[in-house]
């Protein structure tokens, strides 16, 4: 049995990370995925490539596809999308509003050649709107939607700091793959095709909804003499450090929670704790051996009380302070007795040897016809009665043309003349 997309073919013309990295969710899921690129290739190839056009970062996010390259710049190319996109479910494209138009591989003219195609446009900024024709990528989307401010970090000049991963890419990559399969789901419904928009600036918005949403009640206390605070700053021509501490401030009321749910420094490392109930944080408190000392447990506390809120700003430091006095592994040691919600904090280079990683099976054995053995992050999800990822590592640079050309009814001459006129790669 394949997986539970076995049967879906999906037409990929991708670049970066965002739909590559949803084309990918997909072929996870068993679809057949094509992924198009132009004769330059994705320009993910060169990033920190040791081996020429064949970089990890671009294995990493298009492992289990096909390759084909076109050039859709090319009226012939462009008639070949048009005959072989009857035998596709989903199309997939992320390029600024009006590329694919320009491309002919818009949803109104692919649709003629099959009227229930699921079809996924993701924009940097959306269709409409002032900023729709801006061009768009993760660090841009980080910036505008407020996620980099949000992550409070600032670099050695005083600049805010992207975050490590590309998030608002992956996300968005996530968010097109359950929309297609939320669109083929209906469509077996309905026979309806769909048109699905995504874009990094939504998704960015999406997981800063606690930040950018209006809960008027709340939001009178804590958020609006804030954005006056930060407003009055700005017109007074102050710098981002001083923005910035005028914002971290709106967390000074979270100081006692956030005891429990932050990162420490501790003799060989650094710990995580995550306590988000009143029960754990009790568990990480008899690790510490401080029943009983914190001022949260105090029934008359109160975060908004500047008295308590230097209680627990001094209560905090302390804790601090006793998280340097053990290791990693006497600490958690200490929080697994008592079933705390805490780890060690780990870097990412270690976790391919990681011992629940390798015993929950996250990892997957692939080799790539010119780089040879490779290992990957698997699936991100398991299903019991369908088989979810792939033993096909990523392409080469237009490595299925003729096989899945060929499938299609091209004859060898017909692939020929399409490479003379400089359609195919």
């Known amino acids: 049995m394949g997986g539970p997309l076995e049967g879906i073919k999906v037409f990929e013309v991708s670049q970066i990370l965002a739909a590559p990295y949803g084309g990918m969710m997909l072929a996870d899921l068993g679809a057949d995925v094509l992924k198009v690129e132009s004769p330059d290739g994705d320009s993910t190839r060169i990033l920190g490539a040791v081996v020429p056009g064949e970089s990890k970062f671009f294995h990493v996010v298009n492992r289990g596809k096909r390759g084909l390259v076109l050039n859709l710049q090319s009226p012939e190319a462009q008639e070949l999308v048009h005959r072989i996109i009857p035998d596709y479910d989903v199309f997939i494209i992320n390029a600024r509003p009006g590329v694919s138009k320009r491309l002919r591989v818009d949803y109104d003219t692919l649709r003629q050649f099959r009227p229930d195609l699921v ?6 900024f ?3 709107g002032p900023s729709a024709e801006r061009s768009g990528s993760d660090v841009v989307s980080q910036g505008y939607s407020g996620l980099m401010a949000n992550n409070h970090k600032l670099d050695e000049h005083g600049a805010p700091q992207m975050m490590s991963i590309a998030i608002g890419d992956m996300s968005t990559g996530l968010a097109m793959a359950m929309g297609v399969c939320a669109a083929l789901f209906r469509r077996q419904l309905s026979g309806q095709g769909e048109f699905i928009q995504t874009s990094l600036l939504n998704s960015a918005l999406s997981l800063l909804g606690a930040s950018v949403g209006r809960h008027p009640v709340q939001d009178a206390i804590t958020r609006d003499p804030m954005m006056e605070a930060l407003l009055a700053a700005r017109q007074a021509g102050a710098d981002y450090q001083e923005l910035m ?10 100081t006692a929670f956030l005891t429990y749910y932050g990162t420490y420094v501790v003799q060989d490392g650094a710990i995580v704790v995550g306590a988000l109930t009143p029960r754990n944080q009790a568990q990480i408190r008899a690790a510490l051996g401080l029943t009983g000392e914190d001022p ?3 029934p008359e506390f109160d975060a908004l009380d500047p008295e308590w809120e230097a209680k627990a ?6 804790v601090r302070q006793l998280y340097r006095t053990k290791t990693m592994d006497e600490w958690i040691e200490l929080m697994d007795e008592q079933g705390a919600p805490a780890t060690k904090v780990n870097f990412p280079e270690e976790m391919a040897d990681d011992e629940q990683v390798q015993a929950m099976g996250y990892m997957i054995d692939l080799d790539h016809p010119l780089t040879g053995p490779e290992q990957m992050v698997g699936p991100i999800l ?17 490595q299925h ?13 017909e692939i020929a003349s399409l490479r003379a006129a400089g359609a195919l790669g």
């Open 119 to 124: 079809y996924v446009d993701s924009t940097g």
């Open 126 to 128: 959306g269709t409409d």
């Open 245 to 254: 501490d005028i914002h971290e401030g709106q967390r000074a009321i979270a």
């Open 296 to 298: 949260m447990e105090d």
């Open 313 to 318: 700003q001094a209560f905090q430091e302390r």
């Open 382 to 398: 398991r299903m019991t009665n369908s088989p979810t990822g792939t033993d096909r590592p990523s392409p080469t640079l237009g």
């Open 401 to 413: 043309a003729d096989e899945v050309l060929g499938e299609h009814g091209l004859t060898a001459d």
